[in-house]
């Protein structure tokens, strides 16, 4: 149980276009999903947390209007990189947790490869 | 200073060895302690919740020192399926916020 999927698995694009990752929870239902960026050989930097029908709450210096995330259902959240640019080109990891409040454990997705040429 | 360091390694031991890894991380107020294991190219996977009274999970054991913040990972009886990339990770603050460490890697060999 507890499997997180992420779709693309790694996507190619050219510079100024926008990419849009999903990311879906197949087995259970995530109050909270959570989005993270890791640059090689650098730790996952939280981006930004979202809730079930609410706006994201973005970490400082990530940029809300460049990375547009969308959590319309339970099962379901967007990140959409607008205006792609070469230094955007990461790694994205997503996870989802069931219920807010007190710590429970997030289930990472598999990640999705981005590369702005 | 980055809330949560780690020692980058590589760390290079033989089959059978024993090796530790340290964290310590800069928010007194943070809550929860986990230790996660991530491989080349892959999502974080979790190793193991981190406990005052410090842990044990077969070869795997954990400690947490609260006041001087200092989490550790020990592997006994090294494997090659170990070789990885080891996160130290902290919940800081309410609302499952994860803060991850850089990562010490791991390198065993036969």
């Known amino acids: 149980g507890a499997v997180v999927s992420q779709h693309p698995s790694w996507v190619i694009c050219k510079s100024g276009t926008s990419v849009k990752i999903e990311c879906r929870s197949l087995?259970?239902?995530?109050?909270?999903m959570f989005w993270y960026r890791q640059f090689p050989k650098q730790s996952l930097m939280l981006m930004a947390t979202?809730?079930?029908?609410?706006?994201?709450?973005?970490e400082q210096g990530v940029e809300k209007d460049k990375f547009l995330i969308n959590h319309a259902s339970l099962t379901l959240s967007t990140l959409t990189v607008t205006s792609a640019h070469p230094e955007d080109s990461s790694f994205y990891i997503c996870?989802?947790?069931?219920?807010?409040?007190?710590?429970?454990?997030?289930?990472f997705g598999p990640g999705t490869r981005l590369t702005v040429l | 200073r980055k809330e949560v360091e780690q020692d980058p390694g590589p760390f290079n031991v033989p089959e059978g060895a024993t090796v530790a890894f340290n964290c310590t991380y800069s928010?007194?107020?943070?809550?929860?302690f986990f230790w996660y294991r991530q491989d080349c190219r892959k999502e974080p996977k979790l190793l193991m919740s981190?406990?005052?009274s410090g842990n044990e999970d077969g070869r795997f054991t954990a400690q947490l020192n609260r006041a001087s913040q200092y989490i550790s990972l020990l592997i006994r009886d090294s494997k090659l399926s170990d070789s990885a990339t080891y996160l130290c990770?902290?919940?800081?603050?309410?609302?499952?916020?994860?803060?991850f460490g850089a990562g010490t890697r791991l390198a065993v060999h036969p």
């Open positions: 979202s809730n079930e029908g609410s706006k994201a709450t973005y």
């Open positions: 981190v406990y005052s």
């Open positions: 928010n007194s107020a943070s809550q929860s």
């Open positions: 990770v902290v919940n800081s603050g309410g609302y499952n916020k994860l803060i």
């Open positions: 087995d259970f239902q995530a109050t909270t």
């Open positions: 996870s989802a947790t069931e219920s807010a409040g007190a710590y429970n454990e997030q289930f």
